[in-house]
């Protein structure tokens, strides 16, 4: 996974420029349904028992389920391994990382609140672009 730590400069090749560049000025708020690729979900998972040995993926796998209706999920190798050691120093208290509904791509220790992502649209890259909060984005099945 790529994390930004600072300034990001990013190139955008002449031929797949716009032919006229326009720059807004304004800033303005537009309601948009936001869908993003990676979505935050929080998981508290009950400590494995002798009474209760289940894998640690599978419990996540069930409180994910449970808490998020998200149903046959994979999760990427790198992810597998560090999960057991991931979830024992975040006592069993987590934040997956979904791709897609489909895999966990990371896990983030505790309750990641301030998840954020950036849009650029394809095909000419114009500078429609935002840089936006997904705060409950993905709600809690009941």
């Not at 791709?99 to 609140?113: A, N, S, T």
Request: proline share 9%.
């Amino acid at each position: 996974m790529t994390r930004v730590y600072g300034d990001v400069l990013v190139f955008i090749p002449e031929e797949s420029r716009g032919v006229q560049q326009v720059i807004r000025k304004e800033a303005r708020e537009i309601a948009v349904d936001l869908n993003p690729a990676i979505k935050a979900c929080y998981a508290e998972l009950p400590p494995p028992t002798l009474h209760e040995p289940t894998a640690d993926f599978e419990r996540l796998l069930r409180v994910l389920d449970q808490s998020f209706g998200l149903r046959n999920l994979t999760i990427d190798l790198q992810t597998l391994r560090l999960l057991p050691q991931q979830l024992r120093e975040a006592d069993w208290k987590v934040t997956a990382m979904v791709w897609m509904d489909r895999e966990i791509v990371d896990l983030q220790p505790g309750k990641v609140e301030d998840c954020y992502g950036a849009a650029v649209a394809p095909p000419r890259w114009q500078s429609i672009s935002a840089i936006c909060e997904p705060a409950g984005l993905f709600p809690r099945v009941p």
